[in-house]
């Protein structure tokens, strides 16, 4: 077996190098169109990142306030996503270095929808706010100014949780 495997080898290492290089050249002509095309492909950038955390924010305040933990947990989900998203295709941004201040905040957060504590809930969600503004101050966008949201973000959406 060990000196069939050791001919296949040495016969594909021969051919290998004896062939022609146009193999190569059409390999590196893939390589470069598929590079090209990566390069131009739609990547969200920071602002369109934001605005969706932006939109989840006011979105689980409201599932918070009314007790929608299900909602709520899925709303604080989709934060943690934007955040890991924005650590793994804004690396080219200063800011992303500063978005992991607002982990602590979250997992507050997350454990207060866990507890289904609607006083814990409120308490954490203000050190989120919090944290989120500190942030926006310490990568120069104080101008960013987070609240705590008083009306709901879409008409067409309900908050309040469905008796089952």
């Known amino acids: 077996m060990i000196k069939v495997f050791t001919t ?6 021969f051919f290998s190098c004896n062939n022609d290089s146009s193999g190569i050249k059409k390999l590196q002509s893939r390589i470069d169109s598929l590079e090209q095309k990566v390069n131009n492909s739609y990547k969200p950038g920071f602002g369109e990142f934001m605005s969706a955390i932006q939109v989840h924010h006011a979105k689980l305040w409201f599932a918070g306030i009314n007790e929608n933990w299900d909602l ?3 709303e604080i989900h989709e934060i943690m996503e934007n955040i890991d998203d924005i650590k793994k295709y804004e690396t080219d941004r200063s800011e992303s270095n500063s978005i992991s201040m607002i982990e602590p905040a ?11 504590d609607i006083a814990r809930f409120k308490n954490s969600f203000v050190l989120l706010t919090n944290s989120c503004n500190t942030c926006h101050q310490d ?7 987070v609240k705590i949201p008083d009306s709901p973000p879409f008409s067409n959406q309900v908050f309040k949780k469905k008796e089952k």
């Open 8 to 13: 296949v080898l040495l016969s594909f290492l």
């Open 72 to 74: 709520a947990d899925f």
């Open 106 to 116: 979250l997992d507050t957060v997350n454990a207060a929808i866990r507890k289904k």
């Open 139 to 145: 990568v120069n966008y104080s101008f960013n100014d």
